[in-house]
């Protein structure tokens, strides 16, 4: 039997799709699209912004450290929940890298992450992050959890939550340095 033009065609199209869906090839595909189409996050109105009522939250740094959350009451904290395995969460990092290195010595960022602390470290020397990574060892606070990663939250020194934004960002715009500048400010 011989392939005509359009069998040809839905032939082309299926290596293709395979292609991205499940080839690092495509992965990488999904990253660079997932960093085309960031846009800045938004902003909670104040009405409707939730404090942290329970900061007991037990973690590890990638140094294996024990970190409380505890000791970022009453600063601007960023948090991150993310994996290397994730597109999404890869898309944004070079922003968050960007931020990091303006605001590290003004705000707390902490970036949560959901796979094993020898992928990271690998992850994060490849990429030449210096990110500050930790590890959950509990739930975090309940008003901090989302099934879907990634997962941004932006509390101001009262520990509200100003920013909660799940999916992909521009975590380096204007809009949020002006914000973390105006939360520093308070």
């Not at 499940?22 to 997932?34: K, L, N, S």
């Not at 902003?43 to 409707?48: A, D, G, N, Y």
């Not at 960023?78 to 968050?96: G, K, Q, R, Y």
């Not at 799940?166 to 520093?184: C, F, M, P, Q, Y």
């Amino acid at each position: 039997m011989k392939l005509g033009k359009k069998q040809w065609l839905n032939i082309a199209l299926l290596i293709g799709v395979g292609l991205f869906l499940f080839t690092p090839v495509g992965f990488h595909a999904r990253v660079f699209v997932g960093r085309l189409l960031s846009t800045s996050a938004s902003v909670i109105k104040p009405e409707l912004q939730m404090p942290i009522e329970n900061y007991d939250w037990q973690l590890v740094n990638d140094k294996g450290q024990n970190f409380n959350f505890k000791s970022t009451k009453n600063k601007v904290v960023v948090i991150n929940f993310w994996a290397t395995w994730c597109p999404p969460c890869i898309a944004e990092m070079p922003s968050f890298q960007n931020l990091y290195d303006d605001y590290s010595d003004k705000v707390d960022f902490m970036f949560v992450a959901k796979d094993k602390a020898e992928k990271v470290s690998a992850f994060m020397i490849k990429k030449d992050y210096n990110l500050p990574v930790y590890y959950s060892k509990d739930e975090a606070p309940s008003l901090l959890t989302s099934k879907t990663i990634p997962t941004t939250y932006v509390l101001d020194k009262e520990g509200r939550i100003v920013v909660a934004e799940t999916g992909v960002a521009d975590w380096n715009s204007n809009k949020i340095r002006k914000l973390l500048d105006e939360l520093i400010r308070k």
